[in-house]
Every structure is written in C-alpha cells, then in structure tokens.
C-alpha cells in the first residue's frame, strides 16, 4: 500500500479559503482601518454584493457607522478575545432589517484583522423564538386571568350543586356526583397553576449562588423523583453570582431535571448539571440601546430519547406537552420566568441527548445587573 504524505494527511492541500466560502453563515475579515479583506459566498448573498466590489473598500459601505457592529470588532482588539452580542439588527439599503447574532474574534495575525461571523439562521432564530416564548407567556397571562374570573366562580356553583345532590342520591348516583366534584376539583387545580401566570409585581433579584441552587435541586430530586437516575455535575467554581430571584430559580431548575428524569431510560438514566461563562455573550433590550450581559450558562442535559420533531418549534408553547397526563404548562412557566430575569432559554436534542440551555445576567461589583 502506498504512503500517503503526512502533509496531505494532515490536511496541508486543502484551501482554507474553500472552507471559508462553503460555510452556511457570513463570515468577513475586517482590518484595523476598517477596510473589507475577505468575504465568503454566503456573507455576499446576504449583503447582495460581489467580492470583487467590496474587498478592499470600508465596511461602512455596508454597515451604518453607528451599527453596534463596530463596537463588538473593537472589543474583540482590545480583549484579544472572541466576543459575541444576540439580536443586532442590520440594516442597509439593499437587504433591510435583519436581526442576527454577530461574533467577532481576532484573526492573531496580523493582530489588528478580525474574523466578523453573522448567524442569521442559527443562534439569532432561537433568540427570536425566545422572545416568541415570551410572548406565549403573555397570552397565558391573560388567558389564566379569563379563566379565573370565568371558569373558577361557576365551577364552585356546580360543585357546591353535586355535593347537594349527593345527599339524597343513591349510592350509584352518588358516583356520578363525586365525579363531577372531583372533575371540578381538576380544572380549578389546573387554573390555580395558571394563575401564577398572571403575578405582574417586579421581580425582587439579588446575588445568588447558581451552584446553592442547583445542589438543593439535585437534593430534592434524588430524595424523590430521580431516585434512579446518577447525577454528574460539571460547574465552573469561580462563576460569580446571578442576578436573579432564588426562589423562582429553584422553581425552574427544578422543573427542568423532573422533565429531564422523565425522559431518562429506567436502566442506566444519566443528568448532566453543567455550568460555564460565556464570554462577550449579550442581548439587545428592545427598545432601548442597552445590551443585557447574558455571561453564566446552565446547562440540564439527559440521555432520553430526545424531543420529537412535531412539538420542538412549539415547546415553549402552553398546553404542548408529551406526557400522558401533563398539561403543557412546565416549560412555558419556565420561560416566563427566564423572560422576567432577562435571561433566555434554549434547547438542543438528539436520541439519547438532550440538553436545555439558560442564559442568566450576573451581578456586577454594585449588586446590580451587568449592561453595556
């Protein structure tokens, strides 16, 4: 058999430019001077321009001068480090609005050239399905606030009226009025569940320890629900704290390992606790001009079968589920109450791998929430 050089084994004859030009997002390098020096296939579709056209001209025949674009290929020479900012809206005359993740990361040589990345298809879309997420929220606060005043009052009448005619009834009928009362009794639980939807008073946040969090919800579980399942818990010891509400956290987490455990396998049932920070990872508030630092990661990964296809783009939704007898309202609960720490939420799944992802803002030296 013949010898293959250990140049092209490791990959000496293949064009780094080619894997540049294949890659599905836009990727441009951008000088000190600000001037284009490369631009992929992908990156001028997205702009409607040709290489010939723009490299060597300035980015800002392509971006407004005061895109925050700037700032992030500033920050990345100045940090000597890969920095990324969620929902930048890019605009020009040729291709309008799009909201996009853009991440720049030095080249290392020459020093001052940076690698500008747009995720248009990827990170930006789940960033907008979050703020859908949000919105779902929205619609079951106000739906849990009908409820309550529509549906909650006449259940009383009706049972208070079953439990009269319980009194005088035969034994067989008094089958039938149990039922009713125990059906009535069903649906109010289930608007007493929504009805946490609809607590519009300001979040009360301060620093709390991720970890405390996530080890008191491990304990609750492994006492209980996920008694079958073996924890492995990779953390970051020097995450500092989050700027959040300890008792909603607790809440979140917790409802993300009992879904996880549901998932796992009877046999052999693996939850992975991960923590990491992010760095350079913010979100534009809407409405204003602030940028929200999103740095701690929390990630809950299980080795079930994965979320079906048919539900994932609607998982946040209320009433989606895939348990028997779930009602749809765990995850969407989940949301809301990422939503109101100005974190997000995200999920990856493949067979025997399925990991849900928060992004959480932390204190800064003050005690108060990291912006921009």
Do not use: W
């Not at 631009?39 to 321009?49: G, S, W």
């Not at 309550?148 to 039938?176: F, M, W, Y």
């Amino acid at each position: 058999m013949a010898r293959v050089p250990a140049a092209r084994r490791l990959g000496a004859d293949i064009d780094p430019t080619s894997i540049l030009a294949a890659l599905p997002d836009p990727v441009m390098v951008v000088d000190g001077d600000g001037l284009i020096r490369f631009i992929n296939l992908e990156a001028q579709e997205f702009f409607d321009v040709s290489a010939t056209r723009v490299l060597g001209t300035r980015l800002t025949d392509l971006i407004p001068e005061d895109s925050p674009v700037f700032a992030l290929l500033d920050q990345a020479r100045i940090t000597h480090a890969t920095v990324c900012e969620y929902g930048v809206t890019v605009e020009t005359q040729r291709v309008g609005p799009h909201s996009v993740t853009m991440q720049a990361a030095p080249l290392g040589d020459p020093p001052d050239q940076v690698v500008l990345t747009i995720h248009e298809r990827s990170i930006a879309r789940r960033i907008d399905k979050q703020l859908n997420h949000r919105g779902a929220a929205r619609s079951v606060v106000a739906m849990a606030a009908m409820l309550a005043h529509e549906v909650k009052n006449p259940l009383s009448g009706i049972r208070g009226a079953a439990q009269l005619l319980e009194e005088n009834a035969s034994e067989d009928d008094q089958i039938l009025t149990r039922l009713i009362c125990d059906e009535a009794d069903r649906i109010v639980a289930l608007v007493d569940r929504m009805e946490v939807f609809t607590d519009g008073r300001p979040l009360e946040r301060q620093a709390v320890n991720i970890h405390a969090v996530l080890e008191h919800v491990r304990r609750i579980a492994q006492t209980g629900f996920a008694r079958h399942i073996r924890f492995i818990e990779k953390y970051d010891p020097s995450l500092p704290p989050v700027l959040g509400n300890r008792d909603q956290l607790v809440q979140v987490f917790l409802n993300m390992v009992k879904n996880a455990a549901e998932a796992c396998p009877d046999q052999g049932g693996e939850i992975l606790l991960s923590t990491a920070y992010q760095h350079g990872v913010r979100l534009a508030v809407a409405g204003s001009d602030s940028r929200m630092h999103l740095p701690l990661l929390v990630s809950v990964a299980d080795n079930g079968p994965g979320i079906p296809e048919d539900i994932r783009a609607n998982l946040f939704d209320p009433f989606v589920t895939t348990k028997m007898n779930g009602t749809g309202l765990g995850l969407a609960l989940v949301a809301k109450i990422i939503g109101d720490h100005g974190g997000v939420i995200d999920f990856e799944s493949v067979p025997r791998r399925t990991i849900f992802k928060v992004s959480l803002p932390v204190t800064d030296q003050n005690g108060h929430g990291e912006g921009a």
